[in-house]
């Protein structure tokens, strides 16, 4: 069974260079076409998916849209989860990166950026958003650090992935840098203080084979 990670392209937030979180931003062009160049590189690896996951913000959806365009799978039925989003930036979303350097030091930048249980400033009044309508209040974050990432993503790969792929079944997860980041810590068993050492790419579909007891056999990168 094979599960294909991908991180959406690049979004008008990587390329302005601010904290967008479960903000709703689209593609860039240039993002768009690192969508479609994924979709060919899992056409050529002639890797068919049964099923597909993703989070309930544009850039993510899009991705896996085009990814299934270009691989020919547009067909298949797309899950849209929360569970998905990326992580909670709290009342950092929509701040300017190099802005908040200046304003509180590299080093807690840092902190809110990679300390895995640091959560950020949180947001003090939320926003409705419809999508998020039928979350329970305990759900629903104002901020968020990794750890809080992890606790939210793993229940989606226990409660509905794994079943899938106890079927046979190959599953593409179009995701977010942190919701990724998230998944293959739970994955791979990677210690809290080496998480630095996740590596997830715009747009670049990374590739787990398991057995059937669901242990990894293989991983590379297209």
């Known amino acids: 069974m ?14 302005e260079n601010y904290w967008t979180g479960w903000l709703d931003v689209p593609l860039t062009t240039k993002g768009e076409n690192q969508a479609k160049a994924a979709g060919v ?24 849209q085009l990814v299934l365009e270009a691989s020919n799978q547009l067909w298949l039925p797309v899950v849209k989860t929360w569970r998905l989003n990326e992580r909670h930036y709290g009342a950092l979303i929509g701040k300017n990166k190099d802005e908040m350097i200046a304003i509180y030091g590299v080093e807690q930048v840092k902190k809110w950026r990679r300390g895995y ?12 958003d ?5 979350l329970a209040i305990q759900d629903l974050p104002k901020g968020e ?17 794994v079943p899938q792929l106890l079927k046979g079944k190959n599953i593409l997860i179009a ?27 715009n747009a670049a579909p990374i590739v787990y084979e398991f057995d059937e007891r669901l242990h990894i056999i293989s991983k590379n990168m297209l």
Do not use: C
């Not at 990670?5 to 990587?14: M, P």
């Not at 993703?54 to 899009?62: E, F, N, P």
């Not at 249980?117 to 409705?128: A, I, K, S």
């Not at 419809?130 to 039928?134: E, L, S, V």
């Open 130 to 134: 419809r999508r998020y309508q039928n």
């Open 41 to 64: 590189k899992i056409k050529e690896a002639n890797i068919h998916f049964d099923a597909v996951f993703t989070s309930v913000l544009q850039r993510a959806i899009v991705t896996s």
């Open 2 to 15: 094979k599960v294909v990670l991908i991180r959406h392209g690049e979004s008008i937030a990587n390329f």
């Open 117 to 128: 249980f640091e959560v950020p400033p949180l947001e003090l009044v939320g926003n409705f």
């Open 175 to 201: 995701g977010h840098g942190n919701s990724l980041r998230a998944l293959v810590k739970y994955l791979e068993a990677v210690p809290e203080n080496e998480m630095e050492t996740i590596k997830i790419p």
């Open 145 to 161: 650090s990794l750890n809080l990432t992890v606790k939210r993503v793993v229940p989606l790969w226990q409660d509905q992935i």
